[in-house]
């Protein structure tokens, strides 16, 4: 098992800039990618970025030049710097932890741009 508990997200303006953290804990051994996922209302749960374990990044293209995810050297948290940001990327936020059977999610943080 692995638990995921997320910090940061929160009001800020268009233009704005906030940073999203998740630490993984348990049997972080088994994680292979850590990543980013969030959920609009009314839409379905769509990718932001993930980073795998040889520190290979994919993003969303809505998100690219304006998100960079990081990982620390243990593996075991990742980091959202998100600059720029639009009212279009509202929504909440939920971290991943994949292994080569499961996906584990975190409970959400709530992110809400203004304009």
């Known amino acids: 098992q692995v638990q995921l508990e997320e910090s940061g997200g929160g009001l800020v303006q268009a233009g704005g800039s906030l940073r999203l953290s998740c630490a993984a804990s348990?049997?972080?051994?088994?994680?292979?990618?850590m990543g980013w996922y969030r959920q609009a209302p009314g839409k379905q749960r769509e990718l932001v970025a993930t980073c795998t374990d040889g520190g290979i990044t994919n993003y969303a293209d809505s998100v690219k030049g304006r998100f960079t995810i990081s990982r620390d050297k243990a593996g075991n948290t990742v980091s959202l710097q998100m600059i720029s940001l639009r009212p279009e990327d509202t929504a909440t936020y939920y971290c991943?932890?994949?292994?080569?059977?499961?996906?584990?999610w975190g409970q959400g943080t709530q992110v809400t741009v203004s304009s």
């Open positions: 348990g049997s972080t051994f088994r994680i292979r990618a």
């Open positions: 991943l932890a994949r292994t080569l059977f499961t996906d584990y």
